[in-house]
């Protein structure tokens, strides 16, 4: 059984005696989080803003950090979209996402309705994060476009990820 709690100890234990790893560690969670087919094994959100308090607690450096996360985030959900692109409606058949249909069908809906946007505003929420990218791969949005809409919805959304914890941490009086 999976136990969040257990996950989230370990982690931040180990990036407390290897803060070295730290960007390195973000990287690869908001990477893993960006990736349709990936993103449902990953509990991106509770581990960024844990590593958000580590970053105050710890005295470690926001910029590298939150760097890494948006070059995951980017290239994750960049991955997602060649998926999409590559495969078309064969990607609809994937698993997890073939146990989901109303979520690829609520993706592309969303898609429709706010086309560009919908890549920047989709980040911001949860299943559709990484569900918005593949569709838009799957219609064919303009790669120009969707990278547009990918790389700076994903420096936005690796602030509000790691800013909370480092901001409630020192509310705190760390």
């Known amino acids: 059984m999976f136990d ?16 070295a ?13 960006s990736v349709a087919l990936v993103s449902f094994f990953i ?3 509770a581990l960024l803003l844990a590593f958000g308090a580590l970053i105050e607690a710890s005295d470690l450096s926001l910029a ?6 948006t070059i995951g985030a980017t290239l994750g959900d960049a991955l997602s979209y060649w ?23 609520k993706a592309e809906a969303f898609f429709h309705r706010f086309g560009f946007w919908s890549v920047a505003i989709g980040r911001f929420f949860g299943p559709l994060r990484a569900v918005i990218p ?30 909370p914890g480092a901001a409630a941490l020192k509310l705190m009086g760390h």
């Open 4 to 19: 969040l709690t257990s996950l989230l100890a370990t982690t931040t234990e180990f990036i407390r005696a290897n803060q």
């Open 21 to 33: 790893w730290a960007p390195a560690i973000v990287f690869v969670v908001a990477f893993g989080e």
């Open 43 to 45: 509990p991106a959100t």
């Open 64 to 69: 590298p950090i939150w760097l890494s996360a």
């Open 83 to 105: 998926i999409g692109w590559r495969y078309k409606d064969q990607a609809r058949g994937f698993w997890p996402l073939s146990r989901r249909p109303d979520l690829v069908e």
């Open 134 to 163: 593949l569709v838009a791969g799957i219609l064919a949005m303009r790669q120009l476009h969707f990278q547009v809409a990918n790389v700076g919805s994903a420096a936005l959304w690796a602030f509000a990820m790691l800013a």
